[in-house]
Each structure stands twice: as C-alpha cells, then as structure tokens.
T-cell receptor
Framework: EDQVTQSPEALRLQEGESSSLNCSYT??????LFWYRQDPGKGPEFLFT???AGEEKEKERLKATLTKKESFLHITAPKPEDSATYLC??????????FGAGTILRVKS | KAGVTQTPRYLIKTRGQQVTLSCSPI?????VSWYQQTPGQGLQFLFE???????NKGNFPGRFSGRQFSNSRSEMNVSTLELGDSALYLC??????????FGPGTRLTVL
C-alpha cells in the first residue's frame, strides 16, 4: 500500500532558527514528489516538484531535496510568515496524489 | 491567469440530503481531481476527470460521484449525506500531467 509519513507532526521555531521537515514514502511506481504549503481555511499552494533522487529545488528560504526513500524540506532563517502546514505528496499510478498528514510549522518572532 | 475556483465556499446540510459542489479549473487545464480533507484522515483522493471521462477513482463509496463538462468545469455530488462527510472538499486542476493546482475548497458541514 502506498504510504507517506511526515515528521515531526508539529514544529515550533524562533525567527531565524533553521530546521528541516522530513517526508518518507513507500510507494510503487513513484512519478514525482510534491511539497505544498497550506494556510488555515485555504487550499494547498504548490511549492516544489521533485522527480529523481539527488534532485534539489529552491525558493526563497525553502529548499527541497529527494533521496530514494525520503525528501527533506529545509527552511533557512524562517520568518513568522512561513508559519503554515507543509504537506508532502507522492504521485502514483492513476495520476493520484497520496498525501502525508503534514507538519504544522509555527515561527515566533 | 485566474486560479482554480470552487463554489460554494461554505455549505451546511443535514443528514440524508444530497449536495453538489462545483469547480472551475485554470484556463486550458483539462484534468480535474477531487480530494476530501478531514482532520482525522488528511487529504484523500476521490476521483479524477479528464476530457469529460472519469480517469481514476479513489476508495470512496458510490454516494460520491462526479462529472466533467465540455468546458472542463467539474461537479461533485454526494448523496445521502452522513455526519462523517463533513470535510473540506478540494478540487485540483492540471494540464493532464503531474503538477496539480488546488482551489480554495468548499467547507461542507453535515448536521
């Protein structure tokens, strides 16, 4: 069964305190790994797509990396506006996204 | 370019009723997928439509159905509502490839 696990469930950081979120997956036929950001009451906002082990993508304070079994979302010097739920998803056969439960990030100033 | 739009944004129904939700994809996108998001189960795939045909389906009962029109707009219907159907229903559109872009969702409350 396709499975995506995210850790930690929640993370509290001080402004400027860098950290990483983890997404591990067990799937057959991985067609891509996606990171989304979701703010309360809103739909997920697309951040990154990674397709192969070793690939990295960056956007502002965020950097996503991919290995054969997991992905990391590194947050460098976060700001309070980075507070959100970060969702990891894998695309499997059937053009279906399988999501993890998410990591709730709170950045305090 | 306008994003994915969903209507209505909020809906309150009672058990046993049925409901229809609407989704307009990004212009030019032909694929529309529907997801259910609940605190307990997270985001779960319902189904995908491409060029008016259901291309893929998740593990939901037959009470959940959908359709897509020739202009790519999609509707999702839930019949005989149950309390457990209370959720945020999200629509995502894509060109047909892997990257999906989500709308703001419809918050359904079943009383």
């Amino acid at each position: 069964e396709d499975q995506v696990t995210q850790s930690p469930e929640a993370l509290r950081l001080q402004e400027g305190e860098s950290s990483s979120l983890n997404c591990s997956y067990t799937v057959s036929g991985l067609r891509g790994l996606f990171w989304y950001r979701q703010d309360p009451g809103k739909g997920p906002e697309f951040l990154f797509t990674l397709y192969s082990a070793g690939e990295e993508k960056e956007k502002e304070r965020l950097k996503a990396t991919l290995t054969k079994k997991e992905s990391f979302l590194h947050i460098t010097a976060p700001k309070p506006e980075d507070s959100a739920t970060y969702l990891c998803a894998v695309l499997v056969e059937g053009n279906k996204l399988v999501f993890g439960a998410g990591t709730i990030l709170r950045v305090k100033s | 370019k306008a994003g994915v739009t969903q209507t209505p944004r909020y809906l309150i129904k009672t058990r046993g009723q049925q409901v229809t939700l609407s989704c307009s994809p990004i212009s030019g996108h032909r694929s529309v997928s529907w997801y259910q998001q609940t605190p307990g189960q997270g985001l779960q795939f319902l189904f995908e439509y491409f060029s008016e045909t259901q291309r893929n389906k998740g593990n939901f009962p037959g009470r959940f159905s959908g359709r897509q029109f020739s202009n790519s707009r999609s509707e999702m219907n839930v019949s005989t509502l149950e309390l457990g159907d209370s959720a945020l229903y999200l629509c995502a559109s894509s060109l047909g490839g892997p990257e999906q872009f989500f709308g703001p969702g419809t918050r359904l409350t079943v009383l």
